[in-house]
């Protein structure tokens, strides 16, 4: 019974834990992510509201623009994610999701680039955009009429304005991290176990407890219930010997019938509240008691049980003898005292 309990709670226990420490290190990869973008992302929005096309590219006004060089390579972009003013590549695309050839461009009209480089959302949303091993943080923008004229003079329709930060040192950095609390989240596992397992353990303690207070109290009750039981059916008997008897001779055995069973009332309200007590413990009624009137009356209670066996039972008390005590319960342990006597006193004792 124990050990299932014992496992049932450690498994409780190491799922509340591991529960926790899941939802700590997502929440610690999440608060990283968005501290490592939201600036990231601020400049792409930033860039787009400032026309950043009237830096690449000669607008209708004829007028020239000096455009930044790009590396020749998505290799050599890397160090853009490591700069605070990182610089930006622009794409433009047509209604149709055609590439406009612009400068800086050329890198990327590939057949195999731009297919992953095809604007799919149109929310302003920016997202990862990987590009054999590098990362790109990606917007789509859609500017308003905007008419691109290049030097052989063709001319586009700008439909969307795709503005690229590459974002490969950032995302390095959150696959170590994410490395780092997976490697964490399965030794913190290891320890929800073993912390589930302890508590489980300690858990039980009371239970334990709980479960020997439980037996001792059955055990008890047993036997104190047993004891005015025998003196009732002792004097029971004994009446029935004498059905000739009026009740006024039989007052004696009637009233310790009476007393036994209001006593019986005490035990059974007694036991109740050792059985629900947390301590295990009764409160006693601490008084001035005379000792010896409480011998005569147990005494008193237990000799015609002790007759029925033929055993004789006397007491020999010197003068009174006062003390402080609970009566009640004083009475009952002598009760119990002298029934034990009497049930293991052979015959003529």
Do not use: C
Not at 289 to 314: F, G, N, P, Y
């Amino acid at each position: 019974m124990f050990n299932r309990t014992r496992l049932q709670l450690t498994i409780r226990n190491a799922a509340v834990l591991s529960v926790i420490l899941v939802t700590l290190n997502v929440f610690v990869y999440w608060i990283m992510k968005e501290m490592l973008f939201h600036k990231i992302d601020q400049s792409l929005e930033i860039m787009d509201d400032r026309g950043a096309v009237a830096r690449v590219f000669r607008g209708q006004s004829g007028e020239p623009v000096q455009t930044a060089p790009l590396r020749s390579s998505l290799s050599s972009l890397v160090f853009m994610g490591l700069h605070m003013d990182r610089p930006q590549i622009h794409l433009y695309w047509t209604k149709d999701l055609e590439l406009i050839p612009t400068p800086g461009s050329e890198l990327f009209m590939e057949e195999r680039l731009r297919q992953r480089l095809v604007p799919t959302r149109f929310d302003s949303k920016a997202e990862i955009v990987k590009l054999d091993d590098q990362y790109f943080r990606a917007r789509v923008h859609q500017p308003k009429s905007l008419t691109i004229t290049l030097e052989d003079d063709l001319t586009y329709v700008v439909q969307y304005h795709q503005t690229l930060s590459n974002v490969s040192a950032e995302i390095g950095m959150l696959n170590r991290l994410r490395n780092i609390l997976l490697t964490g989240g399965l030794i913190g596992l290891l320890v929800a176990v073993a912390a589930g397992f302890y508590l489980a353990n300690r858990a039980l303690i009371p239970i334990r407890r709980a479960m020997e207070s439980q037996q001792q109290f059955v055990s008890d009750a047993s036997h104190e219930l047993r004891t005015p039981l025998s003196v009732i059916q002792a004097h029971a008997e004994l009446m029935l010997r004498h059905p000739d008897h009026t009740i006024r001779q039989d007052s004696p055995h009637i009233s310790t019938v009476l007393q036994e069973a209001r006593r019986m009332s005490k035990l059974v309200d007694g036991l109740l509240t050792l059985a629900r007590s947390d301590g295990g413990r009764l409160d006693l009624d601490i008084k001035p008691v005379r000792l010896d009137r409480i011998v005569e009356d147990a005494v008193h209670k237990m000799r015609t049980l002790a007759e029925v066996k033929q055993i004789d039972l006397k007491t020999e008390i010197e003068g009174p003898i006062p003390m402080r005590a609970d009566e009640e319960r004083l009475q009952q342990l002598l009760v119990i005292l002298l029934d034990n006597a009497i049930k293991y006193t052979p015959a003529g004792g």
